[in-house]
């Protein structure tokens, strides 16, 4: 079966723009989280979401925000781009949350670039 | 709070070589453990993964086990091939808590 799917998978913006991401989860998964990489500070959490509802955050500013829908599917949103944000985005989803070893399946990540 | 510490890389081997790279965790609560691979422009791929302790978790000829008195889950592979080139995480992850804790990433280079 289909894997995580994003979209788009590059992207170029400008600072104080703002961009949406888009991630699909594998057919049947509930829980979808967002993971940012970048070479200086790693792989770091941004959020989870399970039946549309938040259920954890990660230690980022309030112009990261996401959203999920009742087909599972999740948007992440930033708002007032800096050049700090330029990472690749990852969309993970798993069956359900929470569980002890509960396997997360990543997608191939979304490229963005702020100019 | 939780943390993952990997070995320094990069890591230079030639094939047929054994790997081994040092992973040490710190968690408040009883973590499972995760091994993803990422190859050149491509997402994370789970590679094992071990939820209680002295489980080995293996994988196309990958292994880890889960040593809860040394709090360590050290990936080794008895001999490397130029495929196996790529950057290594290990992850942790606690009970009623759907977020993954990640080391650095070991990039590891393989030469013919």
């Known amino acids: 079966k289909a894997g995580v799917t994003q979209t788009p998978r590059y992207l170029i913006k400008t600072r104080g723009q703002q961009v949406t991401l888009s991630c699909s989860p594998i057919?049947?998964?509930?829980?979808v989280s967002w993971y940012q990489q970048t070479p200086g500070q790693g792989l770091q959490f941004l959020f989870e979401?399970?039946?549309?509802?938040?259920?954890n955050k990660g230690n980022f500013p309030g112009r990261f925000s996401g959203r999920q829908f009742s087909n599972s599917r999740s948007e992440m949103n930033v708002s007032t781009l800096e050049l700090g944000d330029s990472a690749l985005y990852l969309c993970a989803s798993s069956l359900v949350s929470g569980e002890a070893g509960n396997t997360i399946y990543f997608g191939e990540g979304s490229w963005l670039t702020v100019v | 709070g939780d943390s993952v510490t990997q070995m320094e890389g990069p890591v230079t081997l030639s094939e047929e070589a054994f790997l081994t790279i040092n992973c040490t965790y710190t968690a408040t609560g009883y973590p499972s453990l995760f091994w993803y691979v990422q190859y050149p422009g491509e997402g994370l791929q789970l590679l094992l993964k071990?939820?209680?302790?002295?489980d080995k978790g293996s994988n196309k000829g990958f292994e880890a086990t889960y040593r809860k008195e040394t709090t360590s889950f050290h990936l080794e592979k008895g001999s490397v091939q130029v495929s196996d080139s790529a950057v290594y995480f290990c992850?942790?992850?606690?009970?009623?808590?759907?977020?993954?804790?990640f080391g650095q990433g070991t990039r590891l280079t393989i030469n013919p």
């Open positions: 979401y399970f039946s549309e509802t938040q259920r």
């Open positions: 057919s049947g998964h509930r829980s």
């Open positions: 071990a939820t209680k302790a002295d």
């Open positions: 992850a942790l992850s606690v009970w009623g808590a759907q977020k993954l804790v």
